[in-house]
Structures are given as structure tokens and as C-alpha cells.
């Protein structure tokens, strides 16, 4: 009990009650903590905090909290012990923390509908166990009109499905735990139980994670090449206790997120793992640059959410082939020269730029830079075991670059394991510098 100006009143103490009991719900008479049990019931609960002023007269104030479980029953008809009825009424409201969103109909132990969305308040930055009785098309967390929801099983009838998803966010902004539930078209909805995974605990070092398209992920990108001896770098060996290759072929921003393979990732996140992004493509990819910014911090800002660190990373150099052919290697400096400068490959860049002050962006990997410059290198070696200068040694260097150019052997993008061999010395030391410092 405080006075007007905030100073605590000597012999007035608070005590707590609720005005009405609600059962498998106490509280605390002194500190007005309450205790929700498994068998609560979902209701509205009225807390009443009662005192004496100096004067010896009575004070009450009343607040009201809502108390619901997290197993869900819909339509028509009572809930069965440890659920909370939602009707076609129960429009979802924050103040309620739970609802529908569009127009549904009650039936007999579910409802019935077009587009039904079911939204429920949780932790966010946490992973839950989602049992889903449902008939129709079910997508999970949908963020916006790319980002469209994590596309589950196509149930035929009623059917329970149990899935796993993490949680990060509102559907706008990271950081606000709301989990939805969207059955596209036409479908019904007949229970819902959420239940918290256990929160999973830091490693003694690490793991970093790496996520991109085809350049990275798949045989014999860099990625998949260090999957299979990541142990053998002795600085990355000392940063790290695994490396995992989490990228996928023919892959952007929008599908990754949308055929679930962030989550896949966001899930297996313990706190102060890395993951980078790097390569992640633009196959079919149909948004503006900002769009695909916005994308690409909604990424970053997940993978925060969930406890990790981020790396960025550039693409790997544009190969000798179509609108680049004659582009990538200058003959007169002998210098290779396939950093990519296009507009996706400079918007990455802007964003590290717009946030390389946040403690949990760990820095930058200019892999484009890396690969020219030792592929460049490896001219000036072969002109240098040829004597350095003259025929003989003008000859080595231009075997030598027209032997590296044939790493991309069939498109711009792809290239060979002798390229990835090449670079993955100097990548993994750039990558466990940044992560042990």
C-alpha cells in the first residue's frame, strides 16, 4: 500500500482474493500470485486486492485475468474436462488470447468453414507440439502474402495430426507469440492442444548451421563438401561442435520458409548456435528487392528469436558462361573478377550493412571476394613456378586460368569440388574468427 506520492504505508497491507472461486485456479493472499492446475477451468477470473487507508476505512480495487488451457475444442456443445470451447463466436481478441479470425459455422464438435484461421497467444521463441483435428488443407504461422504458412498434411475427413513448429512472431512483427492455424478453402476444425516443448539448453560450443540454394547446399557445393570433413579445419574444429548443411536446391527466401525448411532449422536451434545465410537464390522468385529484404530480416530476426547468431554471407562468383562469359577473368591482370554485383546480391549486403551493429549478427563472409581472390592467386602461382615473366610463364598463367575457369563446367552457378577445396580454408577461418571472437 502506497500513499499518493508513491511511499509505502506502514501497517497497510494488501490482501488478495477472487471474488468468485473458479475451478483449479488459487491465489496467493499476500503476493497475489496465482496457481493455475492441469484441470482449470476456462473462465474469466475476477482478482480482488483489499486494504485499509490510515484512516482505518476499507480500499478494494478488482483487475481480471483471463484463464484458459491451451486444448481447444470447437463448435457446438460442452467442453470436455481441460478444454476451452470455441465457438463461431469467439472472434480472437488479445485481451482474450485466443479466437477465430473469418466467418465459421457451429456444428456438433467442430466448425465448419472457408478459411478458417485459429489463433492462439504463446511464448514466443519456443517450439510446441500442435495435435490438430482437422479436414481440409492445414498451413502453419503464416507471416504475409510470400510468406503464406508452412504447408501441413490435406485431410480428406476429420483427422488428428500431431506436428512441431516454432514460434517467433504475430504474423507482423518478431517477438509476439501467436501461433495460427489456416485451413485454406473449405474445411472443418474440431480440437486443437499446444503443448511447449522443452527448452532445449546451450552446447559448449556452438553448432553452426548453414542455409542457401544449390550453390551451397547441394554436391559438390561448399556446403556439402564441409558437411562431410568439417572437423578437419582446425580453427572451425576449436569455434564449433557440429556443422550442419540445412540449405536446398532450386530454393529462395519465399519457398524455403513456406515448405517448412526454416522452421526445420529454427527448431533444431539451441541458444548461441550460428546459422549463416548465404546462396539463397532467387529461383522463381517473383517479389521486389524490398520484399525480399523484409524476407531476409524476418529470417535474421527468427533466427534471434529462437536464441541463435547470424552470419551473412555473399554468393560464391558468377561462373564463365552466358551473359557473363568474358567477364569473369581479365586476361591483361590476370585477375578473376566474378563477384557478384547484381541487384539481390547488393540488397544482402545492405541489410548486414543496416544492421552489422546488433550483438547477435556476428559479421560478414564476402565469399564472392574469397573466391577471386584465390583463384587469382593461383595464376600468379603458376606464373611464378614458370620463372615469373616471358613466354613460358605467360603461357602457365593462361593454362592455369583457362583450367579454373573450367570449374563451372555447365552453368554460372554451379561449380566443381576442386572450387569449394579451394575455398573452404580461408571461409572457415573467416567463419570461426567471427564466431569465437
Given at each position: 500500500?502506497?500513499?499518493?506520492?508513491?511511499?509505502?504505508?506502514?501497517?497497510?497491507?494488501?490482501?488478495?482474493?477472487?471474488?468468485?472461486?473458479?475451478?483449479g485456479?488459487?491465489?496467493?493472499?499476500?503476493?497475489?500470485?496465482?496457481?493455475?492446475?492441469?484441470?482449470?477451468e476456462a473462465?474469466?477470473a475476477?482478482?480482488i486486492a483489499?486494504?485499509?487507508?490510515?484512516?482505518?476505512?476499507?480500499?478494494?480495487?478488482?483487475?481480471?485475468?483471463?484463464i484458459?488451457?491451451?486444448?481447444?475444442s470447437?463448435g457446438s456443445?460442452?467442453?470436455?474436462d481441460?478444454?476451452?470451447?470455441v465457438?463461431?463466436?469467439?472472434?480472437?481478441?488479445?485481451?482474450l488470447?485466443?479466437?477465430?479470425?473469418?466467418?465459421?459455422?457451429n456444428n456438433s464438435?467442430?466448425?465448419?468453414?472457408?478459411?478458417?484461421?485459429?489463433k492462439?497467444?504463446v511464448?514466443?521463441?519456443?517450439?510446441?507440439?500442435i495435435?490438430?483435428?482437422?479436414?481440409?488443407t492445414?498451413y502453419l504461422?503464416k507471416?504475409?502474402?510470400?510468406?503464406?504458412?508452412?504447408?501441413?498434411?490435406?485431410?480428406?475427413a476429420?483427422?488428428?495430426?500431431t506436428y512441431e513448429v516454432?514460434?517467433v512472431?504475430d504474423?507482423?512483427?518478431?517477438?509476439k507469440?501467436?501461433?495460427?492455424?489456416?485451413?485454406?478453402?473449405?474445411?472443418?476444425?474440431?480440437?486443437?492442444k499446444?503443448?511447449?516443448?522443452p527448452v532445449?539448453?546451450?552446447?559448449?560450443?556452438?553448432?553452426?548451421?548453414?542455409?542457401?540454394?544449390?550453390?551451397?547446399?547441394?554436391?559438390?557445393?561448399?556446403g556439402?563438401?564441409?558437411?562431410?570433413?568439417?572437423?578437419?579445419?582446425?580453427?572451425?574444429a576449436?569455434?564449433v561442435?557440429?556443422f550442419?548443411?540445412?540449405g536446398?536446391?532450386a530454393?529462395?527466401?519465399?519457398?524455403?520458409?513456406?515448405?517448412?525448411?526454416l522452421?526445420?532449422?529454427?527448431r533444431?536451434?539451441?541458444?548461441?548456435d550460428?546459422?549463416?545465410?548465404s546462396?539463397?537464390?532467387?529461383?522463381?522468385?517473383?517479389?521486389?528487392?524490398?520484399?525480399?529484404?523484409a524476407?531476409?530480416?524476418?529470417?535474421?530476426?527468427?533466427?534471434?528469436?529462437m536464441?541463435?547468431?547470424?552470419?551473412?554471407?555473399s554468393?560464391?562468383?558468377?561462373?564463365?558462361?552466358?551473359s557473363y562469359?568474358?567477364?569473369?577473368?581479365?586476361?591483361?591482370?590476370?585477375?578473376?573478377?566474378?563477384?557478384?554485383?547484381?541487384?539481390?546480391?547488393?540488397?544482402?549486403?545492405?541489410v548486414y550493412?543496416?544492421?552489422?551493429?546488433?550483438?547477435?549478427?556476428l559479421g560478414?563472409?564476402?565469399i564472392g571476394?574469397?573466391?577471386?581472390?584465390l583463384?587469382?592467386?593461383?595464376?600468379?602461382?603458376a606464373?611464378?613456378?614458370?620463372?615469373?615473366?616471358g613466354a613460358?610463364?605467360?603461357?602457365?598463367a593462361?593454362?592455369?586460368?583457362?583450367e579454373?575457369?573450367?570449374?563451372?563446367?555447365?552453368?554460372?552457378?554451379?561449380?566443381?569440388?576442386?572450387?569449394s577445396?579451394?575455398?573452404?580454408?580461408?571461409?572457415?577461418k573467416?567463419?570461426?574468427?567471427?564466431?569465437k571472437?
Amino acid at each position: 500500500m502506497r500513499d499518493g506520492l508513491g511511499n509505502e504505508i506502514d501497517g497497510c497491507a494488501v490482501s488478495y482474493s477472487l471474488e468468485t472461486p473458479v475451478r483449479g485456479v488459487s491465489i496467493n493472499e499476500i503476493t497475489g500470485e496465482i496457481t493455475v492446475s492441469p484441470d482449470a477451468e476456462a473462465s474469466k477470473a475476477v482478482v480482488i486486492a483489499s486494504a485499509q487507508n490510515t484512516a482505518g476505512q476499507p480500499i478494494t480495487r478488482k483487475t481480471s485475468v483471463i484463464i484458459y488451457s491451451l486444448n481447444f475444442s470447437f463448435g457446438s456443445g460442452a467442453a470436455a474436462d481441460n478444454q476451452t470451447m470455441v465457438t463461431a463466436e469467439t472472434a480472437y481478441d488479445d485481451a482474450l488470447g485466443f479466437g477465430i479470425e473469418g466467418a465459421a459455422e457451429n456444428n456438433s464438435g467442430y466448425l465448419s468453414g472457408s478459411d478458417i484461421v485459429f489463433k492462439a497467444n504463446v511464448a514466443a521463441g519456443k517450439v510446441y507440439n500442435i495435435t490438430v483435428s482437422y479436414e481440409g488443407t492445414l498451413y502453419l504461422e503464416k507471416y504475409n502474402r510470400y510468406l503464406t504458412g508452412i504447408k501441413k498434411d490435406t485431410n480428406s475427413a476429420l483427422t488428428s495430426k500431431t506436428y512441431e513448429v516454432a514460434v517467433v512472431g504475430d504474423g507482423e512483427t518478431v517477438g509476439k507469440g501467436i501461433l495460427d492455424l489456416n485451413l485454406a478453402g473449405t474445411g472443418k476444425l474440431a480440437s486443437v492442444k499446444i503443448e511447449e516443448q522443452p527448452v532445449k539448453t546451450a552446447g559448449e560450443k556452438p553448432a553452426w548451421i548453414e542455409i542457401g540454394d544449390s550453390t551451397v547446399a547441394q554436391n559438390p557445393s561448399w556446403g556439402y563438401v564441409l558437411a562431410g570433413k568439417w572437423q578437419s579445419y582446425p580453427e572451425l574444429a576449436g569455434a564449433v561442435d557440429n556443422f550442419r548443411n540445412m540449405g536446398r536446391g532450386a530454393r529462395q527466401l519465399t519457398s524455403f520458409y513456406n515448405e517448412g525448411l526454416l522452421d526445420s532449422v529454427l527448431r533444431t536451434i539451441r541458444p548461441n548456435d550460428v546459422v549463416s545465410i548465404s546462396g539463397m537464390g532467387t529461383n522463381g522468385y517473383s517479389g521486389t528487392i524490398e520484399d525480399f529484404k523484409a524476407q531476409l530480416n524476418y529470417y535474421i530476426d527468427s533466427v534471434i528469436q529462437m536464441g541463435g547468431k547470424v552470419i551473412l554471407g555473399s554468393y560464391t562468383p558468377n561462373g564463365n558462361w552466358g551473359s557473363y562469359k568474358g567477364k569473369v577473368y581479365n586476361e591483361q591482370t590476370e585477375t578473376f573478377t566474378g563477384k557478384r554485383y547484381d541487384d539481390f546480391d547488393v540488397a544482402l549486403y545492405e541489410v548486414y550493412q543496416s544492421r552489422k551493429d546488433d550483438k547477435n549478427i556476428l559479421g560478414y563472409v564476402d565469399i564472392g571476394a574469397i573466391t577471386d581472390e584465390l583463384m587469382t592467386a593461383e595464376v600468379r602461382k603458376a606464373r611464378d613456378a614458370a620463372g615469373g615473366s616471358g613466354a613460358a610463364a605467360d603461357e602457365a598463367a593462361a593454362n592455369k586460368a583457362e583450367e579454373l575457369l573450367k570449374w563451372y563446367p555447365n552453368d554460372f552457378n554451379h561449380y566443381t569440388g576442386d572450387l569449394s577445396n579451394l575455398i573452404l580454408p580461408e571461409l572457415t577461418k573467416q567463419v570461426a574468427t567471427l564466431i569465437k571472437r
